[in-house]
């Protein structure tokens, strides 16, 4: 070997063996599990969108630590089998320090020891129980970061509300399933301790085509609004509602649009949905500038309207990026004592302060009609 050979390899070994500029190019890593196959693959497609743009604009701003960051994919395909290994490999072969997930709620349940075994901070953008909160932070699992509302949080929000509308009782109709059911058990609760008689609580059966005979259950007790969650039965529930003659306002959680399209223009006209409400922990009709700068970003980038899984998907990217530039470091341990303290700003208003459970509370909106157009009517 000449000289000269001998004299490149011992400045390329100097060069990897001390910091420097070239360690100063390798990226800070974000582990990302999320729904990347299945039937519900586009679910974690909206997230990977949300991560991505938050991202480019971050690396376009410099990164962090004068580091570009890097997002790592484990995809769970919702299934806690697949997930839990998927999530150790971001740990141990992609040596993530910060994990962002899981969309799919049992397997959020599924790596919540996973992560507290590593001591690796997780970071729940769009799984909603409030078991989560329960168990998370003081005297649980310090790993855990709930950064969006729970069921509960979104329960007293509407009950709050309609408080001022001097409800004084509820019925209730929710999905059969766990998140519709886990939702209709908050707002029974929330409605029972702001001091309000829940007349009925009705399970709308998977499958089921005739809701008049729920509506007559739902009538029967003669309450002041009508709470409904019905999931993938918005368009059936609500034809029923108009068949049924009933003028008893509406609320809950669905989608005011799907509402208004599944009845006819002549009851729409009339206003047979006036009094219609719906609570929402995002919504691209909200109009504040941060809002309003990233639903125009993302529709530019991906020429669709982001879900609320691709917004607090970006919010909980730039929230572990800033817990890593507050933190001076991209180790596990630094970031969870960042994000314990953290009072990022949220695009909706507020901060992700956490209380004693590692869980923050944004605001809460209430949709209503505005001449006939959906529209914040109020914020809790």
């Known amino acids: 070997m000449s000289r000269t050979t001998l004299l490149l390899a011992g400045l390329l070994a100097a060069a990897t063996a001390v910091p420097g500029a070239a360690r100063a190019a390798e990226p800070v890593r974000i582990g990302i599990t999320t729904i990347l196959s299945g039937p519900t693959a586009d679910r974690g497609q909206s997230e990977q969108y949300g991560a991505q743009l938050a991202l480019n604009e971050i690396n376009e701003a410099g990164g962090v630590l004068g580091r570009p960051v890097e997002a790592f994919y484990a995809d769970n395909a919702c299934k806690p089998d697949i997930g839990v290994p998927a999530t150790k490999r971001l740990i141990e072969q992609e040596h993530v320090p910060v994990i962002i997930g899981a969309l799919c709620t049992p397997v959020t349940h599924a790596i919540e020891p ?100 729920l509506l007559d259950k739902l009538k029967a007790g003669s309450p002041d609004e009508l709470l ?37 223009p002549a009851f729409r006209q009339a206003g047979g949905l006036a009094g219609m409400t719906s609570i929402a922990v995002f919504a691209p009709l909200i109009d504040k ?78 949709i209503g009609l505005r001449d006939g157009t959906p529209a914040v009517i109020a914020t809790e």
């Open 114 to 213: 996973v992560v507290q075994a590593a001591k690796v901070p997780l970071l729940i953008a769009t799984s909603a129980g409030q078991d989560f909160v329960d168990r998370s932070g003081v005297g649980g699992n310090e790993y855990l970061f709930k950064t969006i509302p729970s069921e509960v949080d979104i329960a007293r929000g509407l009950i709050k509300f309609l408080r001022t509308k001097n409800v004084k009782s509820v019925a209730i109709a929710a999905a059969a399933g766990g998140f519709p059911q886990a939702n209709a058990v908050a707002f029974a609760k929330a409605a029972r301790d702001a001091g309000m008689t829940v007349t009925a609580q009705e399970v709308i059966a998977a499958g089921t085509t005739d809701l008049a005979p």
């Open 289 to 366: 500038p941060g809002v309003k700068a990233f639903v125009a970003s993302y529709q530019a980038h991906y020429g669709l309207v982001p879900t609320q899984r691709s917004f607090f998907v970006y919010e909980a990217t730039y929230l572990a990026v800033d817990a890593v530039r507050r933190a001076h470091a991209d180790k596990p341990g630094a970031i969870e004592k960042a994000l314990k303290t953290t009072r990022m700003a949220s695009r909706l208003g507020g901060t992700y302060a956490p209380d004693d459970h590692n869980h923050a509370h944004t605001p809460l909106f209430v």
């Open 228 to 264: 409904v969650m019905p999931g993938g039965a918005t368009a059936a529930f609500f034809k029923a509602y108009e068949a049924s003659g009933w003028k008893v306002p509406v609320s809950g959680r669905f989608e005011p649009g799907a509402a208004l399209g599944a009845v006819s």
